[in-house]
């Protein structure tokens, strides 16, 4: 984890550019992944109520979150205001993608994937953010999200995918 905390806090240093940055990051994530990395096991639990946010590690221009899961557990549609990368730890996780909207109105829908143990994705640039993601397995399913900022401490959009209506939120961050 030391190598790949040091890889991004290098790439995040060295370049402005938002696709650049979550190209390499995710090559360092899926590499992170394939190297059997194993998170504490206090940073894998779910809750039964909603997802969780545990912090990893926070820079000051960018974090590492491990997102978990109960089975079944959706997020609302939301965006992140920043760059981001998601590598699938354990379990799977659909993503379900919309059109960032350029004015009122209901969202438009552009399709779902599903992600599984060892994947990686860009989640989100400034550009392409507006999603929604659900546990798609049988067991907690762990992420491990980087991303362009303090995730737990910006205010974000929560969308409302009828309406398009705009609630503005932080998601903060949950203690193991």
């Not at 190598?3 to 940055?21: G, K, N, P, R």
């Not at 909207?101 to 507006?130: A, I, K, N, S």
């Amino acid at each position: 984890m030391q190598t790949f905390l040091a890889d991004v806090d290098h790439i995040v240093a060295t370049t402005d550019d938002q696709y650049e940055i979550t190209k390499r990051v995710a090559e360092r994530l899926s590499a992170l992944l394939d190297s059997g990395y194993r998170l504490p096991p206090e940073l894998t639990r779910p809750s039964p109520d909603h997802h969780v946010n545990y912090p990893l590690h926070i820079a000051p221009d960018w974090c590492v979150a491990v997102v978990v899961w109960a089975p079944g557990q959706r997020t609302p549609v939301h965006g992140h205001e920043t760059w981001g990368v998601v590598g699938i730890y354990a379990g799977a996780e659909r993503e379900i993608r919309y059109a960032k909207p350029t004015g009122p109105g209901p969202l438009t829908p552009l399709g779902e994937q599903v992600f599984r143990r060892g994947e990686v994705t860009v989640c989100c640039t400034t550009d392409d953010d507006v999603h929604a993601v659900e546990a798609e397995s049988d067991e907690p399913t762990i992420g491990i999200h980087v991303y362009g900022a303090d995730i737990g401490t910006i205010e974000r959009r929560r969308y409302d995918p009828e309406t398009g209506d705009v609630e503005w939120f932080v998601g903060g961050w949950h203690t193991p």
